[in-house]
């Protein structure tokens, strides 16, 4: 395994439980992370990166035991890491930049570390860029440099923290195929709100929710937990808003009304059927953790 974690759990100062005993074990490939605001997926790559260390629980990253100086360590130096907000330097370059991180990565032989410089610059498409100073660089730029940077020293696994949040849309489509080729090879535990990200990038997803591991399986069993029970819904007459108890996945006002994708067992008449989206999926089995505050056992492999 090259991210396991056994009841791993995080209480902060004044009680509250960042994390509640989450078992992950992911191989290879690229995983998506998801969980609402407050999830713990922060907390649960800062643990993984070894800036927070858990309250208890075991950790392991790409062999090493996060519990042992040593490990800590070599998980420091190897590991792979693009967090939502990277400091750069803007008055260096690209390349002058990622020659910084392949010092600071112990890569001490110049030509090894010019190579990979030249590598990595290539693959996250900024060859042209390379001598300009990070100042002049537009946002989607600056994630594919720290993409770049977290390349260097050809790490096993690679964690990747909210990577497309603020781009525009053209640079999302960019950043998302630059992503999907990630996996190859290593481990990717990409952590997101952004569920298009996931379904477009990650053939495995895992679902945090309140400190708890409560979904991890391949993203198209999350979309199953919506199948059968996706309706799209127009009120009429008196009616107002969506049905009760009903999860609602998004809504589009037009002139003659209010239409609502919905996720229910009980749809209201009139409803139509439609095939489920990851989107669907998520609220399905989000919307039923909160409506019931399940303690049943989740959906993990």
Do not use: W
């Not at 998004?250 to 996720?263: C, K, L, P, Q």
């Amino acid at each position: 395994m090259n991210i396991t974690t056994e009841q791993l759990t995080k209480v902060h100062p004044g009680g509250l439980c960042a994390l509640d005993a989450v078992d992950l074990h992911i191989e290879s490939g690229t995983v998506g992370l998801l969980g609402a605001n407050g999830a713990g997926k922060t907390t649960l790559l800062r643990i993984l990166t070894g800036v927070l260390r858990p309250t208890s629980g075991r950790v392991h990253v790409a062999g090493h035991d996060l519990s042992t100086s040593s490990g800590l360590a070599a998980v420091k130096r190897t590991l792979g890491y693009l967090p939502q907000e990277l400091s750069l330097y803007p008055d260096l370059t690209a390349r002058e930049f990622l020659d910084y991180i392949g010092v600071l990565k112990g890569i001490h032989d110049r030509r090894e570390r010019r190579r990979q410089v030249d590598e990595r610059i290539t693959e996250v498409g900024l060859s042209d860029r390379a001598g300009e100073r990070l100042a002049g660089f537009s946002g989607g730029m600056k994630r594919r440099v720290g993409i770049a940077q977290a390349l260097m020293g050809a790490p096993t696994v690679l964690i990747v923290d909210e990577p497309t949040t603020g781009l525009d849309p053209h640079e999302r489509m960019r950043f998302r195929t630059l992503l999907a080729g990630l996996g190859r090879g290593r481990t990717v535990l990409l952590s997101t709100h952004i569920l298009d990200d996931v379904a477009q990038t990650c053939p495995d997803v895992a679902v945090l929710a309140s400190g708890r591991l409560v979904f991890h399986d391949s993203t198209t069993a999350l979309v199953s937990r919506a199948a059968g029970c996706t309706y799209v819904h127009r009120p009429t007459g008196h009616a107002e808003g969506p049905p009760p108890g009903a999860e609602v996945v998004s809504a589009v006002t037009t002139s003659t009304g209010t239409e609502y994708r919905i996720v229910t067992t009980s749809p209201p008449a009139g409803a139509r059927p439609v095939e489920p989206s990851l989107d669907d999926g998520y609220a399905a089995l989000l919307g039923a953790d909160v409506r019931t505050h399940s303690t049943s056992i989740p959906t993990v492999r």
